[in-house]
């Protein structure tokens, strides 16, 4: 795994409980072990894994991921459990679990995703109070300069309206 690999992994970090998570499967897959290798060694280590670093999803919150994005339906090639999902400190915990240095590298990928996250949405919100400012500054000048605007159309609609007639003095 290398920096490159970013974009991958960050289709598979999902929002679920207002945590970044990634499922057991994905991970798996990664760290190149079958789920049920992977389900076992961390059952076997359960003290490592609390509830803050992993967790199962409810039926609903697992019916919704399915229906947001590509996995299988059950009976269709998908699985038959719920799965577990694992926040960023739950992924941290899985190199101590699966010790071997391809886990290493991955792990390394997983982290500098989640860290780029975090500061693309710290970006973000800094973006956001940049514009918010700029949106302030705006509607001041406009209500400091509406005044002029107006006047400036009252003069230019004056000057295209016909001229009142005067009398004629002199010879015509």
Not at 130 to 157: F, G, P, S, T
Request: include cysteine; charged fraction near 25%; aromatic fraction near 8%.
């Amino acid at each position: 795994m290398n920096e490159n690999n970013v974009l991958p992994i960050q289709n598979m970090i999902y929002e679920i409980r207002r945590q970044k998570v990634m499922l057991d499967s994905d991970l798996a897959s990664l760290y190149g072990v079958d789920l049920r290798s992977l389900n076992q060694a961390v059952k076997r280590n359960i003290k490592r894994f609390p509830s803050d670093f992993m967790f199962k999803l409810t039926q609903d919150e697992w019916d919704s991921l399915r229906s947001q994005n590509v996995i299988s339906k059950d009976g269709r090639g998908g699985r038959r459990y719920i799965p577990f999902v694992f926040t960023e400190q739950g992924v941290s915990m899985l190199s101590s679990v699966l010790n071997s240095e391809h886990a290493i590298d991955v792990n390394i990928s997983i982290m500098r995703t989640f860290v780029e996250m975090r500061n693309y949405v710290a970006y973000q919100c800094g973006t956001n109070d940049q514009i918010a400012d700029l949106r302030k500054l705006l509607m001041l000048y406009i209500d400091n300069n509406d005044k002029r605007v107006n006047e400036i159309i009252i003069a230019l609609n004056n000057l295209i309206e016909k001229p009142k007639e005067t009398k004629k003095i002199g010879f015509c």
